[in-house]
């Protein structure tokens, strides 16, 4: 009975721990990215109007806004530096990188598992290690909160419902379908 007792206890703060908590995380980093974002791309647009149409996401790499995409190296720096200028925006990016680790990194407290991914509708082995450093390599924050989205929209109509707290949970999917599992990053 006490053996039972201990394995409940266990799962219930794994469920917490590195399922439920880093998805509500995500979800609120992604809200405040969105909100950032927008009021900065606005600002870009008005200031930078020669980048406006161009294509560029970002991810994080050191705890750091990372600029990706086809730009000029002078315009991914300018853009960088007004990203990283707003501490709201880097304080989310780094909670959402935060949850990340939590949802899908194994460690003794989080231990190795098999589901079904709510992205791909594949099984996967949830068996990852380094994810922070695999996170600045196969994220754009752009297209995978867009793909996000997309899975909410009724392709008969072109309506797209508000996913609501499932963002974060749904990103987080995205993001394990692109990782290497027991991936050692170059230090």
Do not use: C
């Amino acid at each position: 009975m006490e053996a039972f007792k201990a394995e409940t206890e266990f799962g219930e703060r794994v469920y917490m721990n590195h399922r439920h908590l880093p998805m509500v995380q995500a979800n609120a980093a992604l809200k405040t990215i969105e909100e950032q974002l927008g009021k900065i791309q606005k600002a870009i647009n008005l200031t930078r109007p020669d980048i406006k149409a161009k294509d560029w996401d970002f991810t994080v790499k050191d705890g750091e806004i990372k600029v990706t995409g086809n730009l000029e190296a002078n315009d991914k720096k300018w853009i960088e530096q007004v990203l990283n200028g707003n501490e709201d925006l880097v304080s989310a990016a780094r909670s959402y990188v935060s949850a990340s680790v939590a949802y899908l990194e194994t460690s003794e407290d989080n231990p190795v598992y098999g589901s079904q991914n709510r992205f791909t509708g594949k099984m996967v082995f949830y068996d990852f290690k380094n994810v922070e450093k695999q996170f600045g390599e196969v994220f754009q924050f752009k297209d995978v909160v867009n793909t996000a989205r997309e899975l909410y929209r009724n392709t008969s109509t072109d309506e797209a419902v508000d996913p609501g707290d499932y963002l974060g949970g749904d990103t987080l999917e995205i993001l394990a379908s692109k990782l290497s599992p027991k991936a050692v990053a170059a230090s």
